[in-house]
Structures are given as C-alpha cells and as structure tokens.
C-alpha cells in the first residue's frame, strides 16, 4: 500500500511569485486536506477537499487555492506569496466510509518546505 | 486562547515512562489523536481515542481521556531514544472536516 506522497521536497520561491504543490493521496483514500506547519508551530488547516469540491476551509485567504483529480490526487497553489508563506506544507488523506473513526482519521505525507525570500 | 494547548518539552531517561499531557477547550470534539514528528519529516499517526471512551492501549502506548477536564494524555512505557521527537495532540469536531492541533511537546529521551 502506497503512503501519501507530496512533491517537490523543497522550494524556493520570492515574494510576489506563484507556486504549485502536489499530493498523492493514499491507496483508496478520497479525502485530502492540506495544512501549514510553521517553524516550531502546529499544523494550521488550510482546507479539505472531497469528490473534487472544497469540503471545508480554514482561515486563509483567497491566494490560497486547491484542487482534486478524479484520482483524488491535489493540488495546492498559492498567489502573490508573502514572506509568511514559509512554512513546511502538509497534505493528508482519509479513507472513505461512514463518519467516524478510521473516516476521520488523517494519514500526512513528509510534506513540501517552501522558502519564500 | 488556543483551542489545543500543550506543554512545550520534556525530557525523560531511557527505560522510563513518559507523559504528554494536552488540554481542549471543545467539548463537542469527537476524536482525539497523537500525532509523532521526527525532525524535518511529516506526521505519522501514533493512536487516536473516541471521546466517549476514558483509556485506549496499544503496545507501548497509553491514551487517558478526563472528559470532564477536557485533558488528554500520552503515556510511552519504556521509552527509547528513537521516541525522540515532537507530539502533537489534535481534536476533530465535526466528522470528516479539519484537525485542530497543539503547539506540540518535544520530547528529548537521554540515555
């Protein structure tokens, strides 16, 4: 069974600049969401997404925007980035099934670090 | 304040157990997690608890769950150098939608 795979490993970008990053999600899954790790902080939620549509956001705004595959595979891409955009971006994904449980339970990728000077 | 709170470290001698406590402020969540983060990598799932159930083992681990106090906690028994690493706690409130992390507690295990 194949884990969640997230790419590139690293970025760097410059302020003003745009960036796309990918997730593959794990065999089966078709729940992915994304999240934001800043250095020495907790994962903040971006947004989730679920049979293509966004299924939830968290508070980021608009230049932050995603997409999912019919492979359930996503995208996350990011406009005009700010210096406050470095962080270490995590995608993860979760099994279908009732509510609850193994359903709601997140499986992350080794996520993306993007620098933005 | 901050919906998930965590201690920022602990150190702890190899062989002994370890604690990681975590408070919430929610009492509509309905699952709790651990979550293990190995230095410049992502997040493995470590064990996770429903919110009706007051202790879950599994091998080395142990999750306590104070609804009342809205305290969680993580036991490690005979903790060992590879449990090095940062542990998040994390609340869902509402099924299938975000997580709500902690800061995260780092654990240094010495030998």
């Known amino acids: 069974e194949t884990g969640v795979t997230q790419s590139p490993t690293h970025l760097i970008k410059t302020r003003g600049q745009q960036v796309t990053l990918r997730c593959s999600s794990q065999?089966?899954?078709?729940?992915v969401s994304w999240y934001q790790q800043a250095l020495g902080q907790g994962p903040q939620f971006i947004f989730q997404?679920?049979?293509?549509?966004?299924?939830g956001r968290g508070n980021f705004p608009p230049r932050f925007s995603g997409l999912q595959f019919p492979n359930y595979s996503s995208e996350l891409n990011v406009n005009a980035l700010e210096l406050d955009d470095s962080a270490l971006y995590l995608c993860?994904?979760?099994?279908?099934?009732?509510?609850?449980?193994?359903?709601?339970?997140?499986?992350f990728g080794p996520g993306t670090r993007l620098t933005v000077l | 304040g901050e919906d998930v709170e965590q201690s920022l470290f602990l150190s702890v001698r190899e062989g002994d157990s370890s604690v990681i406590n975590c408070t919430y402020t929610?009492?509509?969540?309905?699952?709790l997690y651990w979550y293990k983060q190995e230095p410049g990598a992502g997040l493995q799932l470590l064990t996770y608890?429903?919110?009706?159930?007051d202790m879950k083992q599994d091998q080395r681990l142990t999750v306590l769950l104070n609804k009342k106090d809205k305290h969680l906690s993580l036991r490690i028994a005979d903790t060992q150098t590879g449990d090095s690493a940062i542990y998040f706690c994390?609340?869902?409130?509402?099924?299938?939608?975000?997580?709500?992390f902690g800061g995260g507690t780092r654990v240094l295990v010495k030998p």
């Open positions: 993860a994904s979760s099994p279908p099934g009732l509510a609850g449980g193994d359903r709601d339970t997140q499986y």
């Open positions: 065999s089966g899954h078709n729940t």
């Open positions: 997404y679920y049979r293509e549509e966004e299924n």
């Open positions: 929610d009492s509509s969540s309905t699952y």
């Open positions: 608890i429903f919110s009706n159930m």
């Open positions: 994390a609340e869902v409130k509402a099924a299938g939608n975000k997580l709500t």
